[in-house]
């Protein structure tokens, strides 16, 4: 799979900052039932890793690695057997391990420096980070001027009222966020009803 193919899985990819009491293959198989296939794990927590090994047992889910920032992390999240890494920016170790792996890689920018030199790599595809705080969508259309061939997934301050609006952009594939599953949501119903609600965002 490549990083456009799970770019155009669904219109969210819910970022997990995971709490150690809600059990991780129920949570996954809750993101699927509703249509949320792609899941990045964030490695934020102690737990992290055990989670994510779970959950990337859970059929149709498609589970990735969050917050990775440096080699030593990649290679933590590949064990555990992350389909893509996500990072919350692009350094030159990082990124040259990521590509060497061969794993889709999902650099965070903000700036046009960082977007230069992820094109410098031969990358492509970024997370546009963090979303709203770095301008928002003005922001993002301004830096999509001069690189038109490249396609984001910005996160960070986003949630259901905003996503429709981002995903409105050419530049945006899909958009990421953590407001549908948070470190203290136990409820697994109503994460299934606010991850339907995201599934079904036009995209
Ligand atoms: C991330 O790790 O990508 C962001 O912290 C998620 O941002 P959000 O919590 O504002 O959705």
Redesign the pocket.
């Known amino acids: 799979m490549t990083i456009d193919d799970l770019m155009n899985m669904a219109p969210v990819i819910p970022?997990l900052v995971l709490g150690d009491e809600l059990d991780p293959a129920a949570l996954a198989e809750t993101l699927v039932a509703a249509g949320l296939p792609v899941i990045e794990v964030?490695l934020r927590t102690p737990w992290a890793l055990d989670a994510l090994h779970t959950m990337a047992g859970v059929t149709g889910a498609i589970v990735g690695a969050?917050?990775v920032r440096d080699p030593r992390m990649l290679d933590d999240a590949l064990k555990a057997g992350a389909e893509f890494i996500v990072s919350?920016g692009l350094t030159e170790p990082l990124g040259k391990a990521a590509i060497a792996s061969g794993v889709p890689f999902l650099p965070g920018t903000a700036t046009a420096a960082d977007i230069m030199r992820g094109l410098d790599m031969g990358l492509t595809r970024f997370k546009f980070?963090p979303a709203e705080a770095a301008g928002g969508r003005p922001a993002l259309s301004a830096l999509a001027g001069p690189f038109p061939e490249l396609r984001f997934c910005p996160?960070?301050?986003?949630r259901l009222e905003t996503a429709a609006d981002w995903l409105t952009m050419e530049a945006v594939t899909c958009v990421?966020?953590?407001?549908i599953a948070g470190p203290r949501d136990h409820d697994l119903a109503a994460i299934g009803t606010r991850a339907r609600a995201a599934a079904a965002l036009a995209y």
């Open positions: 970022v964030t969050g917050t919350p980070f996160t960070g301050g986003i990421g966020g953590s407001w």
